[in-house]
């Protein structure tokens, strides 16, 4: 009975995560299960992907969660797909390298010297 109210191991990956900070890319809907399947095998995937600001596309867009910590050598990203402002579904944690990440943020503007 007291196993009941026992709480559930924490996935030390999600742990990290939580320290890092967080930066969201809004990104124009493609078909979400390839965006997946193309971030499992390259993370150079999501280079791939179109920015786009929130309020142009309410309607439908993937939202990317991209966590770094302060000189970006450890970056992971997770997806997000919303059509209209629900979530839809999501992805797992992806490792992304420095120079895969710094590219991604150059595509919205920010620049990672």
């Avoid at 280079?47 to 142009?56: G, K, R, T």
């Avoid at 402002?85 to 710094?102: C, E, G, N, R």
């Amino acid at each position: 009975m007291l196993s009941f109210f026992r709480k559930a191991p924490k996935d030390p990956l999600r742990q990290k995560v939580k320290e890092l900070k967080c930066r969201q890319i809004h990104y124009v809907d493609k078909d979400f299960d390839t965006v997946a399947a193309n971030m499992d095998s390259d993370c150079k995937a999501i280079l791939s992907l179109v920015p786009v600001n929130y309020y142009a596309v309410k309607e439908k867009y993937i939202m990317a969660k991209v966590y770094s910590n302060k000189d970006f050598t450890e970056n992971y990203a997770e997806f997000f797909r919303y059509d209209s402002d629900k979530l839809v579904s999501s992805t797992k944690l992806f490792p992304l390298d420095k120079v895969t990440a710094s590219k991604a943020f150059a595509k919205v503007g920010i620049i990672i010297k």
